[in-house]
Each structure stands twice: as structure tokens, then as C-alpha cells.
């Protein structure tokens, strides 16, 4: 990795570091989600760093993939399991790190839980690890408290301007193959539950990615199609960050380009029993003493 690579990765880390500071306080009952998100990536800008991906605040049984639409009042309740999972990139070297914060007294073991898990798993980021050892660890620390590992969600690797790509890090015991090299990039971020073990994918769409150039028909899904491509770099972008078209000619405009394959749609991810989910996640250069840039 050269220095200006490592520099990058580094920045993006502290920037996320930062911004994670400024705005847990801000988690509270009654507080608004589209106001979290958007200070959180307003800050995220004014630090000099660029979204990764929208802010998701997935509230109890989502897991993952909800991000607030533009106009959304839906505020947290008193009794909410909320995961915060943020992205920021310097020149596409991306950060990549979530928590959880429990108002339910009788759910707050499932955090520290996954705490410790995700402790576990970063100090095994070094070289020449099996991906096997990390999952391993993740299943055994959660079990061994009674609650299950989100099966089918994973950790994975980054690499300038891609969020998942190359191996996944499952949080169960798997046969895959995969080593640890120096200088990987990776986010390891375990989720468990109290209720079935694994997520399905809901109805609602929250946040699209730039897939494939195609021909349209549509003005208005050509806009959107060089905003997901240049603007957003091939990275996942909410709807609110759109600001031509809008209303009924934005959703016409989307509705064209998922049919034609242009843009990829993230479902959001429920709990397939409607348990509670909890999530940590750090991005971790793999070292001989692992370097966790987002902490
Ligand atoms: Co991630």
C-alpha cells in the first residue's frame, strides 16, 4: 500500500471517528432520523470527506438498509434498538463503521455482546489468518450468550471506490477459504439477534446503486443515471440526495432504470422472525498489529 493510499484510509477512519462523536449524543427518543442523517453527512462533508453511502438507521428488527426519505417525520421511540452504520470515502478510500444504541433496559446485552464480538474479531486481523478463525470467533462469542449470528450477513472486503467486493467475512462457521494478506482492507461487522438467525429482504427501497450503462428512454433517467455514475461514483445513494428530478418524475426515472438493469436496488433487511437486531462494525487494515482506522 502506498503512502498516499494509506494516508487516504487513514483520513476517512479519524473523519468518521469524528463524526460518530458529534452525533451518537444526538440519538435520542423522539429525536428525528432524517435530521440524524442528514447532520451526520453534513458533517461528514464539512470535514472534508465524502459520503460513502447514506446513513443507515435501521430501528428493532431491520437490520440494515433503511435510510430516511426526503420529508420522512419518523422519529425513534422510547424503547428502540438502533444500529447507525455511516460511510466515509477520501478519493474512494472508503471508511466503513456502525453501533448500536439501546433504549430498551431489557436489550442492552445484545450491545455489549456485539461489542465484544467485533473486539474479538479485529484482533485477529492479521496476516495470513484463515477468514474461517474470524468467523469462527463471532459465532462462538455470541452463542455463548444465548443469542444467535445474523447468518447471511457479512463483513467484506473494500477497495478504492467499491463497498463490498472481493471475499466476505460470514459471522458463522462457513468452509471458506479465504486468507488474510497484509495491508487488506477489511470492515468486519457481526449482527445478532434474539429471534430466527437470518434476514429477508423487506419491500421498501431506500437506497439504489449505479450498476450498468444502458440506453434510456427517459430525460429524467438519464440525469439520474450520470448523478449515480459521476456524482455519487458508483457508490449507494439515497433518493434525498437527488436534486433533479424530483416527485413522481424521480420515481418514474428509477422505476426505468432498475427495469433496464441500470440501477441496483438495496432492499431493506429484516429480521426473518421480527427479533432485534444488534450490529458493530470497524474497517481494519490487516497488519501485524491490526490498524483499526474508524476508532
Ligand atoms: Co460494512
Redesign the pocket.
Known amino acids: 500500500m502506498d503512502e498516499k493510499t494509506y494516508n487516504n484510509y487513514i483520513t476517512a477512519g479519524r473523519i468518521l471517528k469524528e463524526t460518530r462523536e458529534e452525533t451518537k449524543k444526538l440519538i435520542v427518543p423522539g429525536a428525528s432520523l432524517l435530521e440524524i442523517a442528514e447532520k451526520t453527512e453534513s458533517i461528514i462533508r464539512k470535514k472534508g470527506g465524502l459520503v460513502a453511502f447514506p446513513t443507515n438507521i435501521s430501528i428493532n428488527d431491520i437490520a440494515a438498509h433503511y435510510t430516511p426519505n426526503e420529508n420522512e417525520k419518523t422519529v425513534f421511540g422510547e424503547k428502540d434498538v438502533i444500529k447507525i ?1 455511516m ?1 466515509v470515502h477520501v478519493d474512494g478510500y472508503i471508511a ?3 453501533y448500536t444504541v439501546c433504549f430498551d433496559p431489557d436489550k442492552k446485552e445484545m450491545v455489549s455482546v456485539i461489542e465484544k464480538a467485533l473486539e474479538k474479531a479485529l484482533s485477529l486481523a492479521t496476516p495470513g489468518r484463515p477468514v474461517s478463525e474470524i468467523s469462527e470467533v463471532i459465532e462462538s462469542e455470541i452463542t455463548s450468550f444465548g443469542f444467535k449470528p445474523v447468518s447471511n450477513l457479512t ?2 472486503k473494500l477497495k478504492r471506490y467499491q ?2 467486493t472481493g471475499f466476505i467475512i460470514p459471522n458463522v462457521r462457513t468452509g471458506i477459504k479465504e486468507i488474510l494478506k497484509e495491508n487488506d482492507v477489511i ?1 468486519i ?1 457481526p449482527f445478532l439477534t434474539d429471534g430466527g438467525g437470518s434476514i429477508k429482504e423487506g419491500r421498501d427501497v431506500r437506497i439504489y446503486m449505479f450498476e450498468k450503462q444502458h440506453a434510456v428512454r427517459m430525460n429524467a433517467a438519464r440525469q439520474v443515471l450520470s448523478a449515480a455514475k459521476e456524482q455519487f461514483s458508483g457508490l449507494p445513494f439515497a433518493l434525498r440526495w437527488i436534486k433533479n428530478p424530483k416527485g413522481i418524475l424521480l420515481n418514474r426515472a428509477i422505476r426505468e432504470l432498475v427495469s433496464v438493469g441500470s440501477i441496483y436496488e438495496y432492499n431493506i433487511l429484516k429480521e426473518i422472525m421480527g427479533g432485534t437486531v444488534t450490529q458493530a ?1 470497524h ?1 481494519v487494515i490487516v497488519k501485524d498489529k491490526p490498524l483499526i482506522t474508524t476508532r
Open positions: 452504520d460511510g466503513d463503521s456502525a463483513g467484506h463497498l463490498h470492515a461487522e462494525e474497517t
